[in-house]
């Protein structure tokens, strides 16, 4: 189960926006963001950012 910061992440990852960009729009650090994708990628079985990134669009598309 995703923690409700890592909802927020991967929301922002599904509106397309950068580490940095949604670092700054919830006031964390940009490693702490990267972070957050990592375990967001390892709860769902999935490795890496672009991974994470397409899984969301599929579920999107649905």
Do not use: D, F, P
Request: glycine content about 12%; proline content about 0%.
């Amino acid at each position: 189960m995703l923690s409700a910061r890592e909802c927020s992440v991967l929301t922002k990852l599904g509106q397309g926006k950068s580490n940095r960009q949604i670092a700054a729009e919830l006031y964390l650090a940009e490693g702490t963001v990267e972070n957050h994708i990592t375990r967001i990628g390892k709860k769902l079985g999935l490795n890496g950012r672009g991974v994470v990134k397409r899984w969301l669009r599929s579920r999107q598309k649905s």
